[in-house]
């Protein structure tokens, strides 16, 4: 979707490649972009005008890549998508336009209308805390930085980014609070942060005018004091458990020692039991 204008935007390039960034800088000649009026639809002109900028003029490759854009735009609407990208679409030698390999994504909130593809969803191919920060509604995505960086909205979050960069810095994250966040959702949010490696510092940053700005400290707060109680709860287990390991090895070392002891004991005990029977028998004569 195209922000600016409301519509949905097909770009489409004949560099082919991954870079398309670069495409655009050095060659944009290369680059159509078409908008396509979501309450009228894709128009036949426009296909027509995307299928020429590729190449397809006569009338047999027309109708096929027709058909193919058609396809896409419906599966895009149809399925709630927010991108559907084909990379490479080629021309075989027979004639036959055909989309060798594709991407879709679709809108998470749109997939309570599509059970059938929230039953493809494979957790063990995503990010634990992504999945963790999406059962609070939380937007996440883990990156290889050092700062941690907790924001409201996503163009704030975008810009703390960059500055982060800026001034030298890595982020370690993409985290955008919605505007109705609770301090539940904070609270999970800051717990999320604290369990990602390699953090050296969290920043976070609110805009009061979205977002009431004492809610987020009650949250930042409840997380931080959870994560202490927990932390002592650890170094009490850790103790625990050292004491425990340090008795067990004491007991290992002097067990010999006391064993011949109480072996020992013993047989005095046999001694004097069997004196005492003599005693009794010498006495009874």
């Not at 082919?16 to 060659?27: F, H, L, N, Q, S």
């Not at 810009?159 to 985290?175: R, V």
């Amino acid at each position: 979707m195209d922000r600016d204008s409301g519509k949905v935007a097909i770009v489409a390039s004949i560099a082919g490649g991954m870079d398309i960034e670069k495409v655009a800088a050095e060659t944009p000649d290369q680059i159509m972009k078409m908008l396509v009026d979501p309450d009228i639809g894709l128009q036949a002109f426009q296909i027509r005008r995307l299928a020429f900028f590729f190449g397809f003029g006569d009338k047999d490759k027309q109708k096929q890549f027709r058909a193919l854009l058609g396809g896409l735009y419906k599966l895009f609407w149809q399925k709630d998508c927010s991108m559907v990208e084909v990379n490479p679409l080629v021309l075989t030698k027979d004639g036959k336009i055909t989309c060798l390999d594709a991407k879709v994504s679709f809108d998470d909130n749109g997939l309570f209308r599509h059970p059938e593809l929230e039953a493809l969803r494979d957790p063990h191919e995503e990010d634990p805390k992504e999945i963790e920060a999406g059962k609070y509604g939380l937007n996440y995505i883990a990156l290889d930085g050092n700062i941690a960086c907790m924001v409201n909205g996503a163009g704030l979050a975008m810009a703390t980014m960059d500055i982060i960069k800026h001034f030298g810095g890595n982020p370690a994250n993409f985290l955008a609070l919605a505007d109705g966040a609770t301090e539940e959702s904070i609270t999970q949010a800051f717990n999320i942060l604290l369990k990602t490696r390699d953090v050296k510092g969290i920043l976070v940053n609110i805009f009061g005018g979205i977002m009431r700005c004492d809610v987020i400290a009650a949250g930042v707060i409840a997380a931080v004091k959870k994560r202490r109680a927990h932390t002592s709860a650890r170094r009490k287990a850790r103790r625990h458990k050292c004491r425990t390991r340090q008795e067990n090895a004491f007991r290992k070392r002097h067990s010999s020692h006391n064993g011949r002891f109480a072996r020992g004991r013993r047989r005095e005990n046999r001694k004097n039991r069997s004196r005492t029977k003599v005693n009794l028998k010498f006495l009874q004569k």
